[in-house]
């Protein structure tokens, strides 16, 4: 089964094409630009490039996997949009995985910090062992992360390498944005079962910036 | 007529979420989704909100749009995105959709503007609109008179509001009133009740002055304050606030210089067709005005059912048919977001 992977939870922009049997995956093509402020312009003609470079239309996919974030939310929607709608048009399921778990599962042996950056001095982050998530996805600053998850051997993501002076473990830097591959490793089961298309909620860990007025300021002063 | 081309159009650009679909100047569907009750506790819309409601209601809009049309998105020729100007975050939700419906169906994208939208639109309710013609645009965001020579092609600027728009004023001045938001239907519907002359607020920009410089353009913050300041100066007095007649002169006021600048605007460009659209054109007594005064100078007005004025899918729909039938090449799968689109952009070009 032939299947499309997006993540735009970090400044990657990432399409992925995906097959997956039986009993395993192979990955047939990737394209990944890394700009945080360029998600909407350059995700759909990344999926249409992985697309044709594979001789697949887009009729030939069983399926859509989309990383929910977490991830700076503007960015974050592209890849969720781009999901929802390629899935409703195609009429096949779409299946929702943590972003940072897909570094998580990459990342492989031992106990492994994901992080990427929140902005405003933050990152999200969860922690790992062997590729399984051991705490939920939250969102702090780096010195507080530092100071309250388990010490872990190696730090992955880009907010790993942003912060890796505060976090003081080795940085895999070649491991900084969900690769597509651990993207629809995670969602294997439910593609192979055929399970029920999601809803793909994003993950966003803040609320919005809103104030609600508290009575009104005097024009006569 | 069967050629006419089929094309779906998606709004996002602020709080409400729209499909709609066209066959030629036909309206098919028209689905909207608004998340204008989150916002009301803000007394505003607030961007992330509405980004936040755009993306859980884009697939149902989308579905309802089909099922009201009867057709699916394989019958349809082109696929129109407002793709500026409005709230960045929320206009990317659907051209993030848009590519999404674009690409998997593999149909053309237009990236089109959703000022030139709103003059499309009438041409739903009107049938082809005759050029040229002078086109108003008020609501919350938007306070803009254009000249329309050919509304595929581009649009000309002739004003535009310098500080709020004329929607935001009404927002403001019925927060100030207490009567909630958005503050348009309610001050509406409380001026019928009062009277328009009770107060002689200040219409912005139109002393000899002002108009040299700034002849088609508005201004509605002057306004908005001199309505706080007499309001709070009763209230200072410990007398009650006459709210009919408050809303009922504020909203004189604003369709007083709306429709005298838009008459004079048709007048200094000949034209003998005006226009109007956005979310104020669903006022009452804005309608009611600008056909009184359009008549004497022999103008026709031409404003489509309120429910098409504020934004929708179908107006996105209606401006792209227009581009299809005129030829104009597609937008690419590269098309950005443009929250601050020019006025002279009515398509992206590819
Ligand atoms: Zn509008």
């Known amino acids: 089964m032939l299947v499309l992977a997006l993540d735009t939870a970090t400044p990657a922009s990432t399409a992925a094409l995906v097959e997956v049997t039986a009993d395993g995956l192979r990955g047939i093509a990737e394209r990944r630009t890394v700009d945080p402020r360029a998600h909407g312009e350059k995700l759909a003609p990344e999926i249409a490039a992985t697309l044709a470079e594979s001789g697949v239309r887009p009729g030939d996919l069983a399926a859509i996997v989309a990383g929910i974030g977490p991830g700076p939310f503007t960015g974050l929607r592209v890849g969720l949009a781009t999901a929802v709608s390629m899935g409703q048009a195609l009429d096949i399921p779409t299946y929702g995985v943590c972003s940072l778990d897909a570094l998580g599962r990459a990342a492989g042996p031992g106990r492994v910090l994901v992080a990427t950056d929140a902005r405003r001095r933050e990152v999200y982050y969860a922690t790992y062992m062997d590729g399984v998530r051991v705490t939920d996805p939250d969102v702090a600053r780096p010195a507080d992360v530092a100071s309250t998850v388990e010490?872990?051997?190696?730090?992955?993501g880009e907010g790993g390498l942003k912060y890796g002076d505060v976090f003081g473990v080795p940085v895999e830097d070649h491991l900084l944005y969900p690769p597509g591959a651990a993207l629809v490793a995670l969602a294997a089961e439910r593609i192979r079962a055929a399970a029920p298309s999601e809803p793909l909620?994003?993950?966003?860990?803040?609320?919005?910036?809103?104030?609600?007025?508290?009575?009104?300021?005097?024009?006569?002063? | 007529m069967p050629d006419e081309p089929l094309v779906l159009g998606i709004e996002t650009s602020c709080d409400e979420t729209g499909v709609g679909i066209v066959r030629g100047h036909t309206l098919l569907a028209?689905?909207?989704a608004s998340s204008v009750d989150q916002h009301a506790r803000f007394g505003g819309v607030v961007p992330e909100v509405a980004s936040r409601a755009h993306l859980e209601a884009i697939v149902p809009t989308m579905r309802r749009a089909l099922d009201e049309a009867k057709v699916t998105l394989a019958d349809i020729d082109a696929i129109a995105v407002t793709s500026g100007p409005g709230l960045a975050g929320a206009l990317l939700v659907g051209v993030a959709a848009a590519k999404g419906y674009a690409l998997a169906a593999d149909k053309p994208i237009y990236g089109v503007n959703h000022l030139a939208a709103h003059v499309a639109v009438d041409t739903l309710e009107h049938g082809p609109l005759?050029?040229?013609?002078?086109?108003?645009?008020?609501?919350?965001?938007h306070s803009s008179l254009l000249l329309v020579d050919d509304l595929t092609a581009g649009v000309t600027p002739l004003g535009a509001t310098i500080d709020d728009a004329a929607g935001e004023a009404f927002d403001k001045v019925a927060r100030l009133l207490g009567l909630g938001f958005p503050g348009g239907p309610v001050i509406d519907r409380r001026a019928r009740e009062g009277d328009p002359a009770a107060i002689a607020f200040p219409r912005g920009l139109t002393a000899p002055k002002d108009l040299a410089a700034h002849r088609f353009d508005f201004s509605f913050s002057g306004l908005k304050t001199a309505v706080a300041r007499w309001v709070e100066a009763r209230e200072r007095d410990g007398e009650p606030v006459p709210v009919a007649d408050v809303s009922a002169s504020f909203q004189e006021a604003v369709c007083d210089v709306l429709t005298a600048k838009a008459i004079q605007a048709c007048l200094a460009h000949g034209v003998r067709t005006l226009v109007i659209g956005g979310g104020v054109a669903a006022n009452s007594r804005l309608?009611?005005?600008?056909?009184?005064r359009a008549e004497k100078h022999g103008i026709s007005v031409r404003v489509p059912r309120p429910q098409l004025c504020t934004d929708n899918g179908a107006m996105v729909a209606a401006l792209g048919s227009s581009l299809v039938a005129a030829g104009v090449a597609p937008s690419r799968l590269d098309l950005p977001a443009d929250s601050s689109m020019a006025l002279t952009t009515v398509s992206v070009a590819g």
Not at chain 1, 151 to 156: G, H, Q
Not at chain 2, 130 to 141: D, H, I, K, N, T
Not at chain 2, 287 to 292: D, I, N, P, T
């Open chain 1, 151 to 156: 010490k872990p051997e190696r730090v992955v």
């Open chain 2, 287 to 292: 309608r009611v005005l600008a056909g009184q």
């Open chain 2, 30 to 32: 028209d689905a909207l």
């Open chain 1, 201 to 221: 909620t994003p993950l966003y860990l803040r609320r919005p910036d809103a104030v609600e007025p508290t009575g009104r300021k005097s024009v006569l002063t």
């Open chain 2, 130 to 141: 005759p050029e040229p013609a002078v086109a108003m645009l008020v609501s919350g965001g």
